[in-house]
């Protein structure tokens, strides 16, 4: 399908889509991906708040997307919503749309366009590791691949899931008498820790924040068993959370709320765990190195895979991959898109 060298060469792929003050836009097909102010037609990668914000007209993303964000901003966040099936073409405008999945959370998609033979993947977030809790990322064959660089710098290398899991199971077994806390951000972080922790085996109530109780209810509806849990409320029954883990947003560990428990242990489930002195700065006892985004082994892996004749870079450490791409003899520049932080990580 993709263009030759030569073909690619006489169109400019900034025609189909380019990166705007808010967000990326397609000249061509009128739309925006993750647009960061309020537009006319969005199309969203997946849920979190930094992509998927309210107030557009019009807004196309897969169900899940669809949903969640209706459960963050209520049924009225876009005037309308069109479901995007996944694998399948859609024309706006003349340019052909298509949703494929990017492995990041429930939800969440990589948007293909392409016209006259030219096609853009707009990837959003995404990782290659298996996660129990979303549809694995799926390469898809293109011109151009636009890839987020949160984690891009070779100090980045994600370990095993299941032994960062394995570490917080052995800490509950040293310290009965103390309580576990683990931060994780509420769309995704929390439900693939809590469905790690079934499959190793854990089958104790697992307690929540209620921040987190919308979106774990929506997971188990879609099909995600995430086992017994209940919310962590010293009102609602006899526990007094000994021996517990606990699972809530990283702000609720900060505020009177987390000082309930008894002699907690703090945890953290996130890539920047990675980074030990940033662990300690926020007074975490045991680090979860576990991340939704790729390491720099995935980033390069991904783009080696798909083999691009150009890569666009966003979101973080932009140099250091579009330098990686140069060694590779792969074209490569950043986008300068602004507004996108880590919500999943
Ligand atoms: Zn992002
Ligand atoms: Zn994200």
Redesign the pocket.
Known sequence: MSLSRSQFAMMRPEALLCSTPAGLYSPAGDFYIDPVRPVDRALIT?G?SD?ARSGHAKVMATRQTLDIMALRYGAGFAGQTQAAELGQTTEINGVSVSFHPAG??LGSAQIAVEKEGMRIVASG?YKRRPDPTCLGFEPVACDVFITEATFALPVFRHPDSRDEIAKLLKSVEQFPERSHLVGAYALGKAQRVIRMLRDAGYDQTIYIHGALAKLCDYYQSQGIDLGKLAPATVENGSSDFRGAIIVGPPSAFLDRWARRFPDPVSCFASGWMRIRQRARQQGVELPIILS?HCDWDELTQTIGDLGPKQVWVTHGREEALVRWCDLNHIAARPLHLVGYED??D
Do not use: A, F, N, S
């Open positions: 997946h979190h992509h990041h959370v977030d939704d919500e999943g």
